[in-house]
């Protein structure tokens, strides 16, 4: 059964600094993988798209890595801002006898001015 | 291009009554999932469907169901709600299954008393 965790939990930075958020998953065979944000009562906003035959797409400051064989993908965000504050989930399509998304439980991010 | 739209964005229920939740797919898109979000177990999937079709089911009971209109628009239905029903539930869509990004409605806003 494919499972994703997301390291940190909740992370708090000042404003400026470049970081990176954590996504893991334990079944390779994967369709693609994708980023999202969510502020808090609202729904998700999605950011990034990778395909299984990909290593990486980007979008502004946002980069997105993945590495199927581990079963890792990065969220790199430069230059943080406050209005990057938000939940940020990751979710894989795909794994084996299993075609639905699994979502990880996602980094709660915190960026002070 | 309109976002997904989701009705009723709140409402409250009492245990044992039955509650439907719309959801209207952004135009030309023929996939629409469901999610359940819950501060103790995160996005859960609950179902999807493809030209009026269930293709994937998540560990939900059978109280939870779900339809898809020729015009792509779906509902679900939870009959003899209860407590641990309260939830986020949450609607996306894409143009086909598998490959594509999939995009978010608000959500329904479901707490049941």
């Known amino acids: 059964k494919q499972e994703v965790t997301q390291i940190p939990a909740a992370l708090s930075v000042p404003e400026g600094e470049n970081l990176v958020l954590n996504c893991s998953f334990t079944?390779?065979?994967?369709?693609?993988l994708q980023w999202f944000r969510q502020d808090p009562g609202k729904g998700l906003t999605s950011l990034l798209l990778?395909?299984?035959?990909?290593r990486e797409q980007t979008s502004g400051r946002l980069n997105a890595s993945l590495d199927k064989s581990s079963g890792r993908s990065t969220l790199y965000i430069a230059a943080s801002q406050p209005g990057d504050s938000a939940t940020y989930l990751c979710?894989?399509?795909?794994?084996?006898?299993?075609?639905?998304?699994?979502f990880g439980a996602g980094t709660r991010l915190t960026v002070k001015p | 291009k309109a976002g997904v739209t989701q009705t009723p964005r709140y409402l409250i229920k009492t245990r044992g009554q039955q509650v439907t939740l719309s959801c209207s797919p952004i135009?030309?898109?023929?996939?629409v999932s469901w999610y359940q979000q819950t501060p103790g177990q995160g996005l859960q999937f609950l179902f999807e469907?493809?030209?009026?079709?269930?293709?994937n089911k998540g560990n939900f009971p059978g109280r939870f169901s779900g339809r898809q209109f020729s015009n792509s628009r779906s509902e679900m239905n939870v009959s003899t709600l209860e407590l641990g029903d309260s939830a986020l539930y949450l609607c996306?869509?894409?143009?086909?299954?598998?490959?594509?990004?999939?995009?978010f409605g608000e959500g329904s806003w479901l707490t049941v008393v």
């Open positions: 990778i395909q299984s035959s990909q």
């Open positions: 979710a894989v399509r795909g794994g084996y006898n299993n075609n639905d998304m699994r």
């Open positions: 135009s030309g898109h023929r996939s």
């Open positions: 996306a869509s894409s143009p086909g299954l598998r490959a594509d990004t999939i995009y």
């Open positions: 469907y493809f030209s009026e079709t269930q293709r």
């Open positions: 079944d390779s065979a994967i369709y693609n």
